[in-house]
């Protein structure tokens, strides 16, 4: 063998006509099971769903907090012993979030079970409204409770209410700055909510805070408050009622304070009325 020189092995030529064929052949198998494929997979899943596993046995809501887990399985359009590998869950999401209390639902299969997941929309005021109106954080209107009962949250009262169709939103600058207000009062930092009952906004230039323990008015500007002025406004107010000073009204529009006009019959002088916290 002479230097530099190296064999390749190379196919005899019906050697290589036996390959082409056998990949050809492949290649026409897999293109014949692309193309049956959608008309098999029908057949294999009703097949299927007469096994138990592949069966609605039950549906399992999951999130609620004040819906009732067993009205809102009644509004799935799926019934006992449907194939569960048949289920749209698309279908099931959108009439599961037509129900305005849920602002988002996710649907899961596993054996036997329809797993619906939701995340409910919260009350976070009350509206005057002829009756009381429950709105999210947002401003849309929620549908009334079965039963008729309302969340415990502030009574806003002075707005005007467009509509109280269950769903819309309500829209509206003065509205979105008492929602903000609302939202501040309930941080961690200012923890003032629960103290307050009513939300007064006849006057456009201020609302009026009522406490449903003593009723004491409280004058705020929503559209300048901030979570550190509404902090100095809850340390005043448990300093008044730490000292028990009778209190006729107190006043937190200013920045860096918060003014106290006591009673006339407070233990402060009388040539004292006003105090600055």
């Known amino acids: 063998m002479r230097a530099g020189y190296r064999a390749v092995t190379t196919l005899r030529r019906p050697e290589r006509k036996r390959r082409n064929r056998r990949v050809l ?17 029908k057949p ?17 809501v999951s999130g609620c907090v004040d819906l009732a887990p067993a009205d809102l399985a009644a509004s799935i359009p799926v019934a006992p012993g449907d194939n569960l590998l048949l289920v749209e869950r698309d279908r099931v999401r ?4 037509r129900n305005a209390r849920v602002e988002r639902a996710w649907v899961s299969r596993s054996p036997g079970t329809l797993h619906v997941r939701i995340l409910e ?34 009574v806003v009262t002075g707005l005007p209410v467009p509509t109280r169709k269950p769903g819309a939103r309500l829209r509206g600058e003065r509205l979105r700055d008492i ?8 941080s961690r930092e200012v923890g003032l909510l629960q103290e307050i009952s009513e939300i007064a906004a006849n006057d456009p ?15 705020v500007d929503p559209t300048r408050a901030t979570r550190e002025s509404l902090r100095a406004l809850a340390v005043a107010l448990r300093d008044v009622r730490h000292r028990n000073r009778p209190v006729e009204a107190m006043d937190a529009r ?22 600055k916290v």
């Open 25 to 41: 052949a492949a290649l026409l198998l897999a293109a014949l099971a692309a193309g049956a494929a959608p008309f098999l997979a």
């Open 44 to 60: 294999a899943t009703r097949a299927l769903g007469s096994l138990p596993p592949c069966r609605v046995g039950r549906v399992e």
């Open 94 to 97: 959108r009439a599961v979030e």
């Open 121 to 154: 929309r919260r009350t976070h005021v009350l509206l005057s409204a002829g009756r009381l109106l429950e709105v999210d954080s947002a401003g849309c209107v929620l549908p009334p409770l079965p039963g008729g009962s309302v969340s415990d949250r502030p």
């Open 179 to 186: 929602l903000r207000l609302v939202t501040q009062l309930e």
């Open 205 to 219: 230039r201020r609302v009026t805070l009522r406490t449903s323990r003593d009723q004491i008015p409280i004058l």
């Open 254 to 275: 200013f920045r860096g304070q918060v003014v106290v006009r006591c009673a006339p019959d407070s233990l402060r002088p009388a040539t004292e009325p006003r105090t």
